[in-house]
């Protein structure tokens, strides 16, 4: 089992619809990244949480220590929100990486 | 400010050759690291430097070798490559988050 679990892995949507995205882990973490990967490649840091709730525009990320779950959403989705969307979490060692959710937002 | 600038972007190796993927990063982090992605799978762990002249293994370091003479550059060196080292590769630092460079797209055939 993998120490971090995304899902879903494939997501379609509308343009306008709230997008939610699932990040469950199993190991003690001290913080914990959501990332972005466009189709070209590169990848963007967009949060990185250690508690509650953090928002960049329409984007926001909510992590439950507790309950070793985040969660990214995506509020009025748009076709450019289309990319690879990764959670990672840093615990003992080094950061371990979900193998993402691909969002795909049409117009 | 370039981030993390990587190269080359693109490389087909034969079996059994050798190569170095460059990284090299202005932000004056001290933290480094090499990552390989492949198909449907999360991003792992190759080696990383949490200073010049500090290097250690990842989680999949066989393969591949490492050096940290400067803050700046954290070059990973394939010996013998094979095709099982085909992934897509991905250099990193950190201060308190993390700049990804733009990756390095590697074929072994």
């Known amino acids: 089992k993998n120490e971090v679990e995304q899902s879903p892995q494939n997501l379609t949507a509308q343009e306008g619809e709230f997008i939610t995205?699932?990040?469950s882990y199993s190991v003690g973490i001290s913080a914990l990244h959501w990332l972005q990967q466009h189709p070209g490649g590169g990848i963007v840091s967009l949060f990185m949480l250690s508690s509650g709730k953090k928002k960049h525009g329409r984007l926001i990320a909510t992590i439950n220590i507790q309950e070793k779950h985040s969660s990214l959403h995506i509020t009025a989705s748009h076709p450019r929100d289309s990319a690879v969307y990764i959670c990672a979490v840093r615990g003992p060692g080094d950061m371990r990486?979900?193998?993402g959710t691909r969002l795909t937002v049409k117009p | 400010n370039a981030g993390v600038t990587q190269t080359p972007k693109f490389r087909i190796l034969k079996i059994g050759q050798s190569m170095t993927l460059q990284c090299t990063q202005d932000m004056n982090h001290n933290?480094?690291?090499?990552?390989?992605q492949d198909p449907g799978m999360g991003l792992k762990l190759i080696y990383y430097s949490v200073g010049a002249g500090i290097t250690d293994k990842g989680e999949v370091p066989n393969g591949y070798n490492v050096s940290r003479s400067t803050t700046e550059d954290f070059p990973l060196r394939l010996e013998l490559a094979a095709p099982s080292q085909t992934s897509v590769y991905f250099c990193a630092s950190s201060y308190y988050g993390y700049t990804f460079g733009s990756g390095t797209r590697l074929t072994v055939v």
Not at chain 2, 31 to 36: I, V
């Open chain 1, 97 to 99: 990486f979900g193998a």
């Open chain 1, 21 to 23: 995205i699932n990040c």
């Open chain 2, 31 to 36: 933290y480094m690291y090499w990552y390989r």
